[in-house]
């Protein structure tokens, strides 16, 4: 069996579980820390692939490393896993689970990109007024990029809305640039 159509099953058995806890939100962080973990730390990847190492043991030392971001049900499920190179395997489960928690829970994930940071007053106004626009619960995530010079772009699923001060000076300079 492919590894893809092994993530896809896994995700939904993982999502299946989660959701019976009602913790989908706490898989779907812990999922996302684990996969830029494996991303970010060689030494992690390297544990991880290791035969001389037992998935129990590797599910105890993910257990012990990450107590706080891992979910029960995540380091549970690395301990059962056989025969599957995990390194691959997370990237894989994080994004079906992402899909499976879209379509079932009417969840839209969206990257604001802003030139300056703003209060969380205001952020919070502003998922407020996206949830409404969206008819969906937003994953807001901000990100602050001051190339923008003001304005906002978003990153809604995989539809990009650039209303940036430098993308309108952009289009006017290609506008004039073509009037001559």
Do not use: T, W
């Not at 990847?45 to 971001?69: E, T």
């Not at 030139?115 to 008819?135: G, H, Q, V």
């Amino acid at each position: 069996m492919k590894l893809n159509h092994k993530a896809k099953q896994y995700a939904e058995a993982m999502f299946y579980v989660a959701s019976e806890s009602d913790s989908e939100m706490e898989m779907k962080d812990s999922l996302s820390f684990l996969s830029e973990s494996i991303k970010n730390f060689p030494e992690l990847r390297s544990f991880l692939l290791s035969k001389r190492v037992s998935n129990h043991d590797k599910s105890n030392a993910i257990k012990a490393i990450f107590s706080d971001k891992c979910h029960i049900i995540l380091s549970e499920f690395i301990a059962m896993v056989e025969k599957v190179n995990i390194v691959k395997l997370v990237p894989l489960l994080e994004k079906y689970f992402n899909i499976l928690l879209i379509e079932k829970k009417n969840v839209v994930n969206v990257s604001a990109d802003i030139a300056m940071d703003i209060d969380e007053n205001k952020k919070n106004e502003f998922k407020l007024m996206l949830d409404k626009a969206l008819s969906k619960d937003s994953e807001l995530s901000f990100h602050v990029n001051p190339k923008l010079l003001g304005g906002i772009r978003l990153r809604v699923g995989n539809e990009l809305i650039d209303a940036s001060l430098i993308n309108h000076l952009n289009k006017l300079r290609h506008e004039m640039l073509g009037a001559k």
